[in-house]
C-alpha cells in the first residue's frame, strides 16, 4: 500500500511501514500541513497490527532540512492562535513517535539540520549515508535548538560534541555522526537502502512483543535506581509473559534445551 501525503508519503509493505519526506524543492523542510499528516500516517500505522518496523527518510539527496521557518514561525507568528496550533500538532505527533511501539529507523539519506535532527533523534536506531551533512544552526539565527531538539540532542549526543555543535553549528558528516554516537553506522548512499533493507531482515525476525517490551522498558528505566530498575524489569518480564502465552518459556528455553537453536545468533523464531 503507498499514499501520498502533504510533503510525504506512506508506503507499507508487510510488517515495515516507509515514511518519506518529499518536498525535495524546499530540502524536505517540515511544514505545518506536514506536521498534521504525521498524525494521519501515525493513526494508520497504529491501525496496522502487522507493522512492527518503521522506517524514516527522504527523498533525494537529502533526509530533512529542520522545519519550514517561513511557513511555521514567520507566517503565523503574527497570528498567536494559529501560532499555537503549529506548536501544538508538532509536538503531539513528535510525543506519539518517541512512544510508538514499532521500532523505529532513521535512514538519513542526506542534509539533517535542525528539527531534522531532532526526528532522527527520536527514532530508535539511525543509520546515516556517509556523504550526509548534520547541522544545528539555530545559534546563527540568534536562538537555541527549541522544539525538543536540545533535548533530543542531550539524548544522544555526549555532553561536550552536543555543546561545541550547538555553539559553534559547525557541520559534520555521517561518518562524524558515528564516531559520537548520533548513528549507529555509515555508509556510502548508494548501499544506504541495502543497508536498511539487511537490518529490517534481521528486525523482521524477532518477537514483536519483545522488541515492544525493550523498547518500553529501556526507556522507562534509564532516570531509575538500580533496586527500582530491577523491580520494574521483573514486572514487565511477568507482562511479557502473560501477554505472548509464556512463548519464551514454552517454545524458546524447549528449542534451547533440545538444542534446537543458538539463541547468542538467531531467533528462536527464524
Known amino acids: 500500500m503507498q499514499k501520498e501525503f502533504p510533503g510525504l508519503e506512506l508506503t507499507i509493505d508487510g510488517a515495515v511501514a516507509t515514511i518519506r519526506f518529499n518536498r525535495v524543492e524546499k530540502k524536505n523542510a517540515v511544514s505545518p500541513e506536514m506536521h498534521a499528516a504525521m498524525h494521519s500516517i501515525l493513526d494508520r500505522i497504529e491501525a496496522d497490527d502487522g507493522v512492527s518496523i518503521v522506517v524514516l527518510t527522504g527523498t533525494g539527496d537529502v533526509f530533512c532540512g529542520g522545519m519550514d521557518l517561513e511557513k511555521y514561525f514567520l507566517d ?15 509536538h503531539t505527533w513528535m510525543r506519539r513517535w518517541l512512544s510508538l511501539s514499532r521500532v523505529t529507523i ?26 550526509a551533512t548534520f547541522g544545528l544552526s539555530e545559534v546563527n539565527f540568534g536562538i537555541f535548538p527549541s522544539g525538543g531538539t536540545t533535548w533530543s540532542v542531550a539524548q544522544v549526543f555526549p555532553r561536550r560534541h552536543a555543546l561545541y555543535y550547538a555553539l559553534t553549528a559547525e557541520t559534520f558528516t555521517g561518518t562524524r555522526a558515528v564516531e559520537i554516537g548520533v548513528a549507529i553506522r555509515a555508509v556510502p548512499r548508494a548501499r544506504l537502502d541495502q543497508e536498511i533493507a539487511q537490518l529490517v531482515n534481521v528486525l523482521k525476525h524477532k518477537n514483536r512483543e519483545a522488541l515492544h517490551y525493550t523498547k518500553r522498558v529501556y526507556e522507562r528505566v534509564r532516570t531509575m535506581t538500580f533496586p527500582d530498575a530491577q523491580q520494574y524489569e521483573v514486572a ?35
Open 76 to 90: 503565523a507568528y503574527s497570528t498567536p492562535t494559529r501560532f499555537r496550533e503549529n506548536l501544538a500538532v508538532s
Open 106 to 131: 532513521a535512514a538519513i539519506n542526506g542534509l539533517c539540520f535542525g528539527g531534522g535532527l531532532l526526528i532522527a533523534n527520536l527514532c530508535d536506531i539511525a543509520i546515516a549515508a556517509e556523504e
Open 236 to 270: 514487565m518480564l511477568h507482562e511479557l509473559t502473560y501477554h505472548t502465552d509464556a512463548a519464551w518459556i514454552r517454545r524458546a528455553l524447549e528449542k534451547f534445551k533440545r538444542r534446537e537453536y543458538r539463541p547468542g545468533i538467531e531467533s528462536f523464531e527464524e
